[in-house]
């Protein structure tokens, strides 16, 4: 008999997961400077220290699927930020470097865990394909709510003398929050393959080359908005002789639109259908790069930024919800599948990208990101080719 479940507090969960996993992610640029100044390193060597950060949000992604199906969800939500609300206290009592490298692993992890059922979460409260696609677009808000909230914030405790402990005192505060939210509430069974003779059928149900397209897609989603964010302020700073807090305006624009779009897509997919807006995002996001990364108009560069921020804001949670589409009773195998394949953007680009700058210069840098858009408009279209999700939901209607 299915556990009932407080839809609500479920919801909130499930934002609070992505609000957090946004927070870590987004801030790494503003908080390499202070870590740098605190331990009196190059700022390279502690970038190459938040790679464990990306290590710790990869591994746990990739094995959630099995993760789900042996323990509670809600008992893997409240051990992962337990262990990182005692992280973010060792920090404070043990501010060392040591301890910083096995600290931003943990919470990265933790991010990875939440990110993973969080998602589930939202995919398996929600059997309406309008409304899980509406609800995975309005949960991604949560994610750039945070990148813009929380750089504001720290960049104005950063300016007042604040030190870098600052951002662990904030993740350790959204850590207690998931504790205590979690705390007496009941988690959604995780639905189990049956192995029986007469359903062997669900059991055995195929995913489709569709899925395999639309992990490459997240993959190249991920990989670009990385990178586009990475160097775009020193491409604006070289090529138009922009100052740092000029050019950190255009990348606040990008998360502020994208923000914005992702509160107003959540109805737009109510009425659209998902394929549709997927297709219609990504070519008109491919030209709003292609023109942000060649023009001489610093106008016209402001506007593709908010034009690219825009049509990405329901980008991620648009391909996660499409590719859950694609079967009728979707696992968390296939969930942490497609998380999977997107996070190794978060695992590889800084050190490709960094490659590419070093081999090819900044153009070339930046220009990767474009690339990789053109991959994932490719992707896209051709898993609208293969999409079994049109012809599932149309059987499910008819009954």
Known sequence: METVYNRRRINVISWLSYFFTGGLVSTLGIVIGPVATAFNKDPGFIGQMFSLMNIGLFLPIMVSGILMRKFDLGKQLMTGSFISVLVCIALFIVPSITLFGVGVFLIGATAGLMMSIGSYLVVRINDDPKKRSANLIFTDFFFALSGMTLSLVLGFLFK???????????????????????????????????????????????????????????????????????????????????????????????????????????????????????????????????????????????????????????????????????????????????????????????????????????????????????????????????????KINHEVSAH
Request: with cysteine; glycine share 6%.
């Open 160 to 390: 007042h003398g604040a030190s870098w402990l600052a951002m662990y005192g904030i993740m350790g505060v959204l850590a207690l929050m998931m504790i205590l939210l979690c705390a007496g509430q009941k988690f959604p069974t995780v639905v189990q393959p049956v192995k029986t003779e007469k359903n062997s059928n669900v059991a055995q149900e195929k995913w489709g080359i569709a899925v395999f397209f639309l992990c490459i897609a997240l993959f190249a989603f991920v990989f670009t908005e990385l990178v586009f964010t990475l160097w775009m302020p020193s491409w604006l700073h070289e090529h138009f002789g922009m100052e740092t807090d000029r050019a950190a305006i255009y990348i606040t624009t990008y998360w502020m639109v994208k923000a914005i779009g992702l509160f107003l897509n959540q109805f737009t997919v109510r009425f659209v259908k998902l394929r549709t807006f997927l297709l219609v995002s990504v070519v008109v996001g491919m030209a709003s790069l292609s023109v942000l990364t060649t023009s001489n108009s610093e106008l016209l560069v402001l506007i593709a930024v908010g034009l690219f921020g825009f049509c990405n804001s329901g980008m991620f949670s648009g391909l996660m919800s499409y590719g859950s589409l694609q079967v009728k009773n979707s696992p968390p195998t296939l969930t942490s599948a497609l998380l999977t394949t997107s996070s190794v953007g978060t695992l590889i680009f800084a050190s490709f990208s960094s490659f590419i700058y070093n081999k090819y210069g900044l153009f070339w840098a930046l220009n990767i990101a474009t690339i990789s858009y053109a991959l994932l408009v490719l992707m896209v279209i051709f898993a609208s080719l293969k999409s079994k999700a049109e």
